[in-house]
């Protein structure tokens, strides 16, 4: 069993930045691939981001390329979502997720652990 915990959300205005962790805790962090997912208000989740275990391949949604980079420290058993140039349509609520794996996935389903989200707010 995972538990995921994040962290980082808030309420900023377009062009700034933000940065989300998720901590990781229950099991070695080290063979889980994560994910990074968000839901807007009447919208259903879509994918974000996502980071191999070894932190060596990553994949962004066309939405987020450029402006969101993922990065891990598995010794800190944390993911981060670094967000710049916000824009109001950022405005959700990110999860991250987790699934062990060598791989990498960017389908919701194909992922077993889920934190609870956090809250970001993007005013124009």
């Known amino acids: 069993q995972v538990q995921l915990v994040e962290s980082g959300g808030g309420l900023v205005q377009a062009g700034d930045s933000l940065r989300l962790s998720c901590a990781a805790s229950?099991?070695?962090?080290?063979?889980?691939?994560m994910g990074w997912f968000r839901q807007a208000p009447r919208k259903e989740r879509e994918f974000v981001a996502a980071?191999?275990?070894?932190?060596?391949?990553?994949y962004y949604a066309d939405s987020v390329k450029g402006r969101f980079t993922t990065s891990r420290d598995n010794a800190k058993n944390t993911v981060y979502l670094q967000m710049n140039s916000l824009k109001p349509e950022d405005t959700a609520v990110y999860y991250c997720a987790a699934r062990r794996t060598l791989s990498i996935y960017i389908r919701q389903e194909e992922y077993d652990y889920w934190g609870q989200g956090t809250q970001v707010t993007v005013s124009s």
């Open positions: 980071i191999r275990w070894s932190g060596d391949t990553t």
């Open positions: 229950g099991r070695s962090f080290t063979n889980y691939a």
